[in-house]
């Protein structure tokens, strides 16, 4: 009768167990960056060949406030330049709006026609040539680009819209709620001959939640 008890128990033990190891096995990932809605629409570049140069489709000679964005994607140090890091940019029109052609699909049905992909090499280094946004209609919001971000070794997570200094939507409230994902995205312009012109660097992991390396 001991004995029978006991292996009961042994099995108990072990039932237990096996379960125990199931429960901790199926807890999901942290998910780096927290909830983002729309952050897929980084996955949306089909074949086209990722490459560290992007030009957007708004981007032509007759195009007005032509732009260039640039910088480098370092690793959460600061210093060492980060290669096979995605970004994934879309924006707004000169008049506010995300424009559609009318046969887009997935993200492209909100995001629009006016968004671009590259892919860092050694250097780090990016570039999109684009044009400058609009603010929405409403005025509610400054003009901004945003962006999503993908590193080889996790999912893709947001970094802080580029919004433009001298922007008069740009308010001390708006400037206190940033978060500074990724680094600082409040970007001056220059201007070469017809091109305006930003550079920004950004800072994987730099404020963005569950972020580990």
């Known amino acids: 009768m001991k004995k029978s008890m006991l292996l009961y128990l042994m099995l108990i033990t072990v039932i237990s167990c096996q379960a125990q190891d199931r429960q901790e096995t199926q807890q999901p990932a942290r998910h780096v960056g927290g909830p983002c809605e729309g952050c897929e629409a980084l996955h ?11 030009t957007l489709p708004g981007f032509h ?9 640039t910088g480098t994607v370092y690793l959460k140090d600061g210093k060492t330049p980060a290669s096979d890091v995605i970004l994934y940019i879309y924006h707004t029109d000169e008049t506010g709006i995300y424009p559609t052609k009318g046969d887009e699909k997935g993200w492209a049905r909100r995001h629009g026609y006016l968004r671009g992909w590259i892919r860092t ?24 680009i945003h962006v999503t ?14 919004l433009f200094e001298g922007d008069p939507l740009l308010t001390q409230q708006v400037r206190a709620s940033r978060q500074n ?11 070469a001959n017809n091109l305006l012109v930003a550079e920004r660097d950004i800072i994987l992991g730099q404020n963005i939640p569950d972020y580990t390396r």
């Open 121 to 144: 090499g050694a250097d780090g280094r990016y570039t999109f040539y684009t044009t400058r946004p609009g603010s929405y209609p409403s005025r509610t919001e400054p003009a901004h």
């Open 181 to 191: 994902r990724g680094g600082n995205g409040i970007i001056t312009l220059s201007r």
């Open 44 to 54: 949306e570049y089909g074949d086209k060949q990722l490459t560290p140069t992007d």
């Open 149 to 162: 971000v993908k590193e080889p070794d996790k999912n893709e997570y947001y970094l802080d819209d580029f």
């Open 61 to 69: 000679p007759d195009a007005k406030n032509k732009l260039k964005l």
